[in-house]
């Protein structure tokens, strides 16, 4: 591996990733996808809004992107990048974990995100089923249900005003997000919504679904989902040993690209959640081909401006034999 060089090594084959490696690939780039095989929405029953392939399972929407870059001739490799750096001539050596080298003239950061969920027991068995985050990735499988939202920062009336849309009976547990501003206490009273001022406990779990919010003062009270809001933790130890300092958003933090996906490091792409905190699939989808149209010009420009050096210094050479 170490003795090929690529036009692109892609670091992370999810959505942004995939599309980004089909694209460079039918442009008759050469790329390399390195996958460690950690998909964020795995846990999932199925992607959602992803025009065509409405509910289908995140693992075959995967297996269906690798086949079609590899029809193209992107190439693959089941691994972890575990540093990289830049050498004098502008070309890329990334460091895997199994021992292996790659050189490429171009990198594109598509590493994601990892969710951080609240601590509180029954919500890591529940994940990405009954318990959720993103009301346009499964809020319709909860509508008409009884839905709790756990509040753990300001971010949460801002859930419960989107759910609030799918539910007529809808709770908000405070947990630990502090004070509801009075004003916005008055619109979730106005929308019906239930506020209990408690902390939880943990979750009681039946048939492997959620039954209840249990509350540290013994209540239980019934509901069929429960919405969390995760600390979006992005996979950025690769950036940051490139010399990347991350962006704040009040999500977390993310690296900050132009909108063609260009980093601050000269060579350096970023495209899908790892560069933006609510990008769902179909959003990284798209930002991996825009990301890797931008990558194919860069390339495209320097290879020109190459060809026109070198036309240029054989006619000096010519001319000055002529002499």
């Not at 999810?14 to 690939?25: E, I, K, N, Q, R």
């Not at 619109?187 to 540290?216: F, K, M, N, R, W």
């Not at 900050?256 to 980093?263: E, K, R, Y």
Request: aromatic content about 4%.
């Amino acid at each position: 591996m170490s003795s090929k060089n690529f036009d692109v090594a892609i670091v992370g084959g999810g959505p942004a990733g995939l599309s980004a490696a089909t694209t460079l690939a039918r442009s008759l780039r050469s790329v390399l996808v390195v996958d460690g095989g950690q998909p964020r929405n795995a846990p999932a029953d199925g992607a959602h809004n992803v025009l065509g392939q409405e509910n289908i399972s995140p693992t075959e929407l995967l297996d269906r992107g690798r086949a079609e870059a590899r029809s193209y001739g992107a190439d693959f490799v089941s691994d972890e990048v575990i540093d990289a750096a830049r050498g004098d001539n502008g070309t890329f050596t990334l460091t895997l974990a199994g021992g292996d080298t790659v050189d490429a003239r171009r990198v594109l950061l598509a590493t994601g995100l990892v969710d951080e969920l609240p601590e509180v027991p029954g919500v890591p068995e529940l994940w990405g089923s009954t318990v959720l985050h993103c009301p346009f990735c499964h809020g319709w499988e909860v509508r008409g249900q009884r839905i709790g939202i756990l509040g753990t920062g300001p971010m949460a009336v801002h859930q419960t005003l989107l759910f609030r849309q799918l539910s007529d009976d809808v709770t908000l547990f405070t947990h630990t997000m502090g004070e509801i501003e009075p004003a916005e206490r008055e619109q979730l009273s106005a929308l019906d919504v239930a506020i209990i001022d408690q902390t939880v406990d943990h979750l009681d779990i039946a048939d492997g679904t959620l039954a209840a919010v249990a509350l540290t003062d013994g209540d239980r009270i019934e509901r069929d989902a429960l919405v969390v809001a995760p600390k979006f933790v992005v996979r950025s130890a690769l950036y940051s040993s490139l010399g990347g300092t991350l962006a704040d958003h009040p999500m977390g933090q993310y690296v900050a690209t132009d909108a063609m996906g260009a980093t601050d490091i000269p060579g350096v792409w970023a495209a899908g959640n790892v560069a933006n905190l609510a990008a769902t699939v179909a959003v990284s989808m798209g930002a991996g081909v825009t990301a890797a149209g931008a990558l194919h010009m860069d390339l495209i420009t320097e290879d020109t401006r190459r060809a026109v050096q070198a036309r240029r210094s054989r006619a000096l050479a010519d001319a000055q034999e002529a002499v």
